[in-house]
């Protein structure tokens, strides 16, 4: 059997349907990707819409299947061509993808002269289907190398007096208003083999004299053809091109540019807009699940308007991105906007807004004195009420601490659905009717004062305390939900201590299976997802699974404790150790300060003392507020039960990629939205594999920090900003999920992002690096609490450190080295 096919199914192949081994290029086209593959499909394309290709023709997948060349039909139409010299190159049904272009990773044979060495030619870019980086770019793709096929076009040579490649948007910054031609003379293959130096040119629509290999009009007709191909495909294309020596332009290739950020909506609006990534202020860059987008959009605007930004959240990427624009133009809010990111923002949020509010294009309009007037009105009587509730809350810290408990359990009891739901119509509607509701003051303020009492005393102590000295104090934190939750895991790790192997040699994914099947030694986990089991990883995600639902992530972790065998580097003697460091730190702290500047340095111990009474709240509202996510998820799921038994869907996990009102049109009117799920599923498998995230946007698809000039680092090391005080050396361990990580004592985490359920990873790590966040954050707050160095913000971290690389992270230089 070759490729899928016997001898006997291939000839009877061949005999009925010769034709569909070799094809002209000219008769391909974009809904023939099966048979002739990504790059026949855009050729024809072009030669469909009148565009100039070198004349060939396509030696089909159906012929790869069969495992045979068709030498005859391959000879026929090489004469047809005229012979003489040509390309050969690969057409996979995989490459010139929206989301995977497989650039050079199959082969290309050029300059083939004769019949002998264009069999060869095809051999080649057939065997290079299964060469070792073509199958490492599917698997990162995650792309099934078994459904895989082969396809490859032959085209006339063009003798090229310069080539290079057209790029209809600036791959580099995203601007959807710029394009970008990198050209050389001779031969593309020095051009995008990166063998020569390359003349550049940015197309932004003005004049542009031509400089280097290129004329003004060659440059122009480049821009044309760019113009005429996005406007074709619906989307930004990379253009191979060849200018011939009769000064004819040969277009060789169009396919989808990749690498892209997705715009943001059109507003139809003159003036850019600027929008700021909000995922990472809860921990997640992940794409969110378009169920999950519907309620975290309402949550994250109330979540802004208790710190006084109003914003409108919109879906970019599957991304949570506020549109800053109104603000950024205020002449009142500008002057408070960056002082307000500094808590959850974090710096790198701070630093492009500082660009925005530069750039004329933000300068401040004039404001709207009404719609102001009563949005300030009522932020003026929610601070005076959340001002009091915080006075009272340092007056009285153990009596909010113990009104802030009651009020969580309060939440809890009240987000159980009411008995007696029976039909997917109930169930939806009360899903329906849980609208994200405030958190009551008495969550609220605590949080509220406990982040003031941490935030002030860096103002206070300016001159007199070092910013780690402060982090110090604010480590080994009482009363922090998620920490209490992490020692607790910890605890069941040391209690399974006779299970040892079984836990720590079994795959995650089958201690769940047995663990729900109730084969596996009750070692206390039941009790434990009891109290946290509404928890997970990106869990403010409606569409994500909890830990009661799939306790694998969990399992993973517990191996993970279970490799700590030095009992100095337990996780409870680690916090026990930061909490008395902190507490000897804050005594010679103000005492220094009381000597220095006796006022502020009875009211910076003050805070101080109150900061460590309350700040270790900060996780509580967000932990209250998971309860009703988890009823909501688990009426939906219900919900997604009886639609899959009526054949609406195909799973019932399928619900998570619909929004409340299709579900209500299922539910209600039988409406199948089986082809939207795909279509969406596809999309959020796509963003799943991107691993950087713009921190924030323009309306044109600029990334605003890829044109922000930053400062060179030290050679070897990376920069960011310390966040937990210390100093440690280690292996690194660049982790994408969590849930399958895998962490030896005193490994580096190195992550783009954390949120709570990355934590129990902290208990063993050695120091943490991340490439966003902010101080106040939960990566950093969780690290300083456990007494681990932690640096944020670090660009590119997961990508310019290696797993196994020894590093050297330096909170109080903010620098990460690699050594």
Not at 155 to 174: C, D
Not at 273 to 287: A, K, N, S, T, W
Not at 495 to 518: F, I, N, S, V
Not at 646 to 658: R, V
């Amino acid at each position: 059997m070759l490729n899928g096919y016997s001898g006997s199914q291939c000839s009877r192949i061949a005999k009925k349907v010769p034709s569909m081994h070799v094809i002209p290029l000219s008769e391909t086209s974009a809904d023939m990707v099966d048979l002739v593959g990504g790059k026949s499909a855009g050729l024809g394309e072009l030669i469909r819409r009148g565009e100039r290709v070198p004349p060939g023709f396509c030696v089909t997948t159906e012929a790869y299947r069969c495992g045979v060349i068709p030498t005859a039909e391959i000879v026929d139409a090489y004469e047809r061509l005229g012979a003489g010299p040509v390309a050969v190159r690969s057409s996979a049904t995989t490459e010139d993808l929206p989301d995977a272009s497989f650039a050079g990773q199959q082969d290309t044979v050029l300059n083939v002269t004769c019949i002998t060495e264009l069999i060869a030619a095809i051999q080649k870019c057939w065997d290079s289907l299964h060469s070792a980086r073509a199958v490492a770019y599917r698997d990162a793709h995650h792309i099934d190398r078994h459904a895989v096929l082969m396809a490859v076009v032959v085209q006339r040579m063009v003798t090229a007096e310069v080539s290079g490649v057209l790029f209809t948007a600036n791959p580099l910054t995203g601007c959807r208003t710029e394009m970008m031609v990198d050209a050389a003379p001779g031969p593309g293959t020095a051009v995008v083999d990166g063998g020569t130096v390359v003349d550049h040119y940015i197309l932004d629509g003005s004049d542009r004299n031509g400089t280097g290999c290129l004329a003004t009009t060659q440059l122009a007709e480049l821009r044309g053809v760019g113009e005429r191909l996005q406007r074709h495909f619906g989307c930004p294309q990379d253009v191979e091109w060849a200018i011939d020596e009769h000064g004819q332009l040969w277009l060789l290739q169009s396919r989808p540019i990749t690498t892209l950020f997705p715009l943001p909506p059109d507003t139809d609006k003159p003036l850019p807009r600027v929008y700021l990534e909000f995922g990472h202020v809860q921990g997640m860059l992940q794409p969110v699940t378009p169920m999950g987008m519907s309620t975290l959009k309402s949550q994250v605007a109330a979540m802004l308007m208790a710190i006084g930004i109003r914003a409108e959240v919109v879906d970019i990427g599957g991304r949570l991105y506020g549109d800053l624009t109104d603000l950024a133009r205020s002449r009142s809010a500008r002057k408070r906007l960056v002082k307000l990111m500094a808590v959850d923002f974090g710096p790198r949020a701070q630093a492009v807004m500082r660009q925005v509010l530069a750039d004329p294009r933000f300068a401040p309009s004039k404001d709207h004195p009404q719609g102001r007037r009563r949005s300030d009105i009522a932020s003026l009587r929610t601070a005076v009420r959340l001002v009091g509730g915080g006075v009272r809350t340092l007056a009285r810290p153990d009596a909010a601490r113990t009104r802030m408990f009651e009020a969580i359990e309060q939440m809890k009891l009240q987000s159980i659905a009411p008995d007696g739901l029976r039909t997917a119509a109930e169930r939806l509607r009360f899903v329906q009717a849980q609208q994200p509701a405030n958190s009551p003051d008495d969550i609220v303020s605590p949080i509220l004062a406990g982040m003031l009492a941490a935030t002030l005393p860096a103002y206070l102590l300016k001159g007199i305390a070092r910013e780690e000295e402060i982090h110090t104090v604010l480590g080994g934190m009482p009363h922090n939900v998620t920490i209490e939750m992490d020692l607790a895991l910890w605890r069941l790790a040391q209690r399974a201590g006779e299970h040892r192997q079984l836990l720590m040699h079994t795959p995650p994914d089958e201690l769940a299976a047995r663990y729900r099947q109730g084969t596996l030694p009750d070692i206390g986990l039941a009790a434990f997802l009891d109290t946290y089991g509404h928890r997970g990883v990106a869990e403010v995600d409606l569409g994500v699974p909890r830990w009661d639902e799939d306790p694998a992530p969990v399992f993973a972790m517990i191996a993970n404790y279970l490799r700590v065998t030095d009992p100095e580097q337990a996780p409870d003697q680690r916090f026990a150790r930061a909490a008395a460091t902190a507490e000897v730190t804050l005594h010679k702290l103000v005492t220094r300060a009381r000597r220095h500047r006796p006022i502020r340095g009875r009211l910076a111990g003050f805070l101080l003392r109150r900061a460590r009474a309350l700040a270790g709240l900060r996780e509580a509202g967000k932990f209250a507020g998971l309860y009703r996510l988890r009823e909501m998820r688990r009426q939906l799921l219900l919900v997604g039960v009886d639609l899959a038994r009526t054949g609406l869907l195909d799973q019932p996990g399928d619900i998570m990629f619909l929004t409340l009102d299709e579900v209500h049109n299922a539910v209600h009117q039988n409406v199948n939205h089986r082809k939207t799920i795909t279509a969406r599923r596809a999309v959020h498998q796509r963003e799943l594999r991107r691993r950087t995230v713009p921190v924030a946007l323009l309306s044109d698809g600029t990334d605003l920090e890829a044109i922000r000039s930053t400062p060179a680092a030290a050679v070897g090391a990376l920069t960011g900003v310390g966040a937990a005080a210390g100093r440690a050396t280690g292996p690194a361990r660049v982790v994408h999920n969590p849930a399958t990580a895998h962490i030896e004592p005193g490994d580096i985490l190195v992550t783009a992002t954390t949120d709570p359920g990355w934590t129990p990873l902290f208990l063993t790590a050695g120091a943490l690096v991340t490439e966003t966040g902010a101080v106040m954050a939960h990566g950093p707050t969780v690290a300083r609490e456990y007494g681990i160095p932690a640096v944020i913000c670090v660009p590119n971290a997961t990508r310019r450190i290696s797993t196994g690389q020894i590093i050297t992270v330096d909170a109080t230089a903010g620098t990460v080295t690699i050594h």
